[in-house]
């Protein structure tokens, strides 16, 4: 099993930043790729970034392309989502994922899932 907790999340004003982070704990020999997801109230969870766990390999959503960054430190096993000039769109809860294959934006090649973190941009 692998354990993911996120942390980072909060409210801030249109055009600001946010840092998310994921910590990873368990079993994390056997993660492949780390993701980010995110849902709004009465939407379905959405695809925003993933990064290959060893080789850093990224992809991200058209929709953040640009205004998000996904990284990680193997030596902490954490990953982040470094997100930038928020919208009121971009209000949602996200998810932190780990696959144990090589997942792109599908979340059922997602095979462990953190609690969420509510991020809040405000006009």
């Known amino acids: 099993q692998v354990q993911l907790v996120e942390s980072g999340g909060g409210l801030v004003q249109a055009g600001g930043s946010l840092r998310l982070s994921c910590a990873a704990s368990g079993r994390t020999f056997s993660v492949n790729t780390m993701g980010w997801f995110r849902q709004a109230p009465g939407k379905e969870r959405d695809f925003v970034a993933r990064i290959t766990w060893r080789g850093g390999n990224t992809y991200y959503a058209d929709s953040v392309k640009g205004r998000f960054t996904i990284s990680r430190d193997n030596t902490k096993n954490t990953v982040y989502l470094e997100m930038r000039r928020l919208q009121p769109e971009d209000t949602a809860v996200y998810y932190c994922?780990?696959?144990?294959?090589?997942?792109?934006?599908?979340?059922?090649?997602?095979?462990?899932w953190g609690q969420g973190t509510q991020v809040t941009a405000s006009s």
């Open positions: 994922a780990a696959s144990k294959g090589y997942a792109l934006a599908s979340r059922e090649n997602y095979d462990y």
